[in-house]
């Protein structure tokens, strides 16, 4: 029996105490809905998964490292069913708000699915990745922050996370046609979404 309509849940799972709450959470809730780019792609929590944890608390914690018990963070989709995620790093007030307006209505929003370059096309901003030769991931993420930093000459650095069916390939050889070393790039790419990490 649900006790919860909707239980809004941020960030990645790194602790035991983490996947507890999760776990409590969505038994109990009818939907499960995360907030933000950690609890759809695993973030920056996540971001060095291919490193020892042991060596990572270490050099954060000292000599108390070794009574914190944690694993590699991950979004929350690798524990439980998750019906509904805001991205966003952090989350666009306008998403955050439609949301809320679509479970009031019983339904679920549907949000744009193209990359953030649309956006700035739209925008007509001058294209940091093509006319300044910078590395910009605007190709590869998802819109609906309307290309707020590309608008301010600022490259978009992946906070929402990927779009769907992103071109990584086609991204990744442009940037390397640009001299950007293959590190520098996947590097950038995986700040957001470690996933990118094995690509």
């Not at 009574?67 to 979004?75: D, I, K, N, V």
Request: some cysteine.
């Amino acid at each position: 029996m649900f006790t919860l309509d909707v239980a809004f849940l941020e960030g990645a799972v790194s602790t035991p105490e983490d996947l507890e709450i999760l776990l409590s959470l969505r038994n109990r809730s009818r939907l499960l809905i995360g907030v933000g780019t950690c609890a759809r792609w695993g973030g920056i929590a996540a971001m060095k998964n291919d490193q020892s944890r042991k060596e990572l608390a270490e050099a954060v914690y000292g000599d108390s490292a070794h009574s914190l018990l944690t694993f590699a963070p991950g979004p929350l989709h690798r524990f439980v069913t998750v019906d509904f995620t805001i991205v966003g790093c952090p989350p666009e007030k306008t998403e955050v708000l439609a949301t809320l307006a679509s479970l009031l209505h019983g339904t679920l929003p549907v949000f744009p699915d193209y990359p953030v370059c649309t956006e700035c096309r739209n925008s007509e901003n001058l294209c940091l990745l093509i006319e300044k030769d910078e590395l910009c991931l605007g190709p590869l993420i998802q819109s609906g922050c309307n290309a707020r930093c590309p608008a301010v000459s600022i490259v978009c650095e992946g906070c929402r996370g990927p779009v769907v069916e992103a071109n990584v390939a086609a991204e990744l050889a442009l940037l390397l046609e640009k001299d950007f070393s293959k590190e520098e790039i996947m590097s950038r790419m995986r700040r957001f979404y470690p996933e990118w990490n094995n690509e």
